[in-house]
């Protein structure tokens, strides 16, 4: 599975302790509801959720891709047609 969270500006992303090209780690040991969905890590551990995308995405013009949107939409809490979400082959 490919998720990547990308920041276009990379001053601000290493404001966040991010890069401007982060692989996110999908980590279904940890889940975060009972019902067992996946969540995902950026790489300083911080858990990626529909909020602190939806902040990255405001101020930092962040964007994600991803080849498997129904375990991205499950794991974060976000809907499908979130702006900023593209699907990748």
């Known amino acids: 599975m490919i998720v990547r969270l990308i920041i276009a500006d990379a001053e601000k992303a290493r404001s966040k302790g991010l890069e401007p090209v982060n692989e996110l780690v999908c980590n279904e040991s940890y889940c975060a509801s009972s019902q067992g969905y996946p969540v995902f890590q950026l790489p300083n ?44 082959d």
Not at 56 to 64: K, M, N, S, T, V
Not at 75 to 88: A, C, K, L, N, Y
């Open 45 to 88: 551990e911080q858990l990626l959720d529909c909020g602190i995308f939806r902040e990255l995405r405001d101020e930092c013009g962040a964007r994600i891709e991803t080849n498997n949107i129904s375990k991205l939409c499950l794991g974060m809490g976000i809907p499908r047609d979130e702006p900023g979400v593209t699907v990748i």
